[in-house]
């Protein structure tokens, strides 16, 4: 019964691949096979000297950081992250989230306590209507068994758009936008895994990393989906 009611669901609200177009047969589908395999992979998993890794050297102490998948301008992957961020596609972050964990299996990110998500601001979180860095973390805690937590940062304000920034403007722009959360536990020695969408200069979440570091001392991880 539940397989003919999604056949027919299917039927009247067809699922397509975001990328390529190509039917899906599922509706909690966003890429095709062929899509998914022709993603344009990062490859760095763990390793502790890739770029992104790299981009927090001399800046605050990372256990080690990550990215699936590289970012490009005018790519057909750029969908993704478009859908997740303006158009309310909330299985995108969760799916891009599931992704993230497969890549992250096997590696020193499975060994972390707790996924905590980059927080959005209370108004803007008011606009969208959900995290779409929490939806990631939802999916990589599906695939790495590792509990979510939504309680432990809070964004005090929403910082001026970065897009035109560079790295010593962008830092300047999030200093002080983050803190601790009065409702969140005791994570002091623990091994934090920082999720968030993209990272470029990485200002956000090097922000991020020093409220943790002075409030927990606990050792941190970072894995966005996308690195730019």
Not at 121 to 146: P, T
């Amino acid at each position: 019964m539940v397989r003919w009611l999604q056949d027919l669901l299917m039927f009247f609200f067809p699922v397509h691949c975001l990328v390529c177009g190509k039917s899906l047969n599922t509706p909690d589908g966003v890429l095709c096979l062929g899509c998914e395999y022709r993603m344009p992979r990062t490859g760095f998993r763990d390793d502790p000297e890739n770029p992104v890794s790299m981009i927090f050297w001399g800046r605050v102490p990372v256990e080690c950081a990550t990215s699936l998948f590289r970012f490009e301008k005018g790519s057909a992957y750029q969908v993704l992250l478009h859908e997740l961020k303006y158009r309310g596609n909330r299985k995108t972050g969760v799916y891009l989230g599931r992704l993230l964990g497969h890549e992250l299996k096997d590696t020193s990110f499975a060994g972390c306590e707790l996924i905590v998500p980059v927080p959005l601001h209370r108004k803007k979180y008011r606009e969208r209507g959900y995290n779409q860095s929490e939806l990631i973390g939802r999916g990589l805690s599906e695939i790495l068994d590792i509990p979510l937590a939504t309680s432990v940062l809070v964004r005090h304000r929403q910082h001026d758009s970065q897009t035109t920034m560079g790295r010593l403007d962008r830092f300047e722009n999030v200093s002080g936008n983050f803190g601790i959360s009065s409702r969140s536990p005791d994570i002091s020695g623990m091994r934090i895994l920082l999720v968030d969408d993209v990272v470029t200069t990485g200002a956000t979440l090097e922000t991020c990393c020093r409220v943790l570091l002075d409030q927990f001392h606990c050792r941190i991880f970072v894995a966005t989906v996308s690195c730019a």
